[in-house]
């Protein structure tokens, strides 16, 4: 018994980093020992089904029920990297758990900010702000038009799960209104992402603190006083447009497409010349709040036409540009460095790990001294946009050190394949990270949670690897990682 109260006590005492396993989403639970006692951060809460509908398996309200068990209901800080479906649904799906909760402080992506941060008296909203009400409204568009083609073909299912990524609304939901639902409905499981926005805006009676690349972040004063610090790496800010539309990774940075990596000086492309977008895939108004330059029709032109080509374009860019929006933070705490990267793309990463202009083609031996020492010191690397081809550079993984873990919280054959390199989680990045890193992935962790049995996908290590430092644990819905 005596030895059992020591290691619980040990434990409570320790940082920990838990992911939860809710299928292809993200939703992290870091705690950090200090004098008042354990202060939990929480990153990310989300799931989507995907192009498959396999990728929600369907646990993430018991993942919400055991973090409030675990938590008090009390959080020093709720971190959400990017408005996709995927990272935020879990706010709106498990409203009635979330209606009672404590938090101290909230950062988003500054790509959320809600009004003119130079307007002193009154509220404008902001730039950023009708941006992304154009991009969800495109969205829906989309949607809406694609329920109404009910055409069988292969890129459909591909699109429809960008979409409801994108907004939370379930394809079938507009298929079953003939296309013509306003605002949309839920997915199956409940909540959009419009809901859980909402939620965290204005229901946690906090106000968000929105943060770019190279701010400095306000830590909670609890979790600044157990010596916790932070750095903001991404999104790029508003005046830095280029790199947020930059989807795939430039010359020299190298993505994973093949066994064999040896053609770095290649322009890497996930897919066909024909499914790359382009700042001309967007609307007449999606860029005018960023010079009148910018203005195109093209999109809304896929849109009405509606062809299934023209439509993936049209909704990969959109994906993409979501995902260069995520928030990377990097946390040191007594020494040990934490990197939670989000979904961020081939912008993000180019942005602060080069900097520059995006039309320079850096080279791999071109990172920046600073964005290097980061890479090659880590303790802890949330793996990008669940281990996608594009989320996690060539050159990154080169510059990364050999001591540390990495957590991927991901669901297998959930989007792409195989065959076109696209599959989620990437082969080939898996096992160059491998090289350097214990990797995790919670599609490898069985859900025992009570009512509720989900198993791991078939081939699952049957133990937890052991990492050079720290340890890994189980528990019935989620892994721990004691760095």
Known sequence: MATKKATKKKTKSELRIRMYRVGFGDFFLMTVPSAQGPQHILIDCGVTPGKTKKGDIGTIKDAVADMAKETGKQLALIIVTHRHQDHIIGFSRAADTWKDFKVGALWMSFWETEYDPDEKK??????????????????????????????????????????????????????????????????????????????????????????????????????????????????????????????????????????????????????????????????????????????????????????????????????????????????TFNGKKLLFAGDAQGGNWEYWMFGGSPQKSPSADQIEKGSKAILGNLDFYKMGHHGSTNATPVSAVEAMGGDFVTMCSTQEDSFGTVANQSEVPRGPLLDALAKKSPIVRSDQIPVTYPGNAVPAIKGSPKALPKPKHGRFEKGPIYVDYFP
């Open 122 to 331: 009154g509220k404008k909203k902001s730039l950023a702000a009708d941006f992304q009400d154009e991009l969800t409204s495109l969205a829906l568009n989309m949607q809406a038009h694609l329920a109404a083609r009910g055409a069988d073909d292969p890129d459909m299912d591909e699109i429809a799960g960008m979409l409801q990524n994108a907004t939370g609304v379930d394809h079938a939901s507009f298929a079953a209104a003939g296309g013509k639902a306003a605002d949309g409905k839920p997915g199956k499981g409940g909540g959009t992402n419009a809901a859980s926005l909402t939620f965290l805006k204005t229901g946690l009676g906090i106000e968000p603190q929105y943060y770019a690349k190279g701010d400095k972040p306000k830590l909670p004063k609890a979790l600044k006083d157990a010596g916790l610090t932070a750095e903001i790496l991404g999104p790029p800010p508003t005046d830095a447009l280029d790199f947020m539309k930059l989807m795939d990774l430039k010359k020299g940075v190298g993505q994973y497409l093949g066994e064999d990596d040896s053609s770095a000086s290649a322009n890497f492309r996930p897919f066909a010349d024909s499914s790359l977008g382009a700042p001309s895939d967007y609307s007449a108004t999606a860029f005018r709040a960023f010079g009148k330059d910018a203005t195109n029709a093209a999109l809304e032109a896929a849109i009405k036409a509606a062809q299934p080509d023209l439509l993936f374009t049209a909704a990969k860019t959109l994906d993409n540009f979501l995902n260069n929006q995520s928030l990377v933070v990097l946390f």
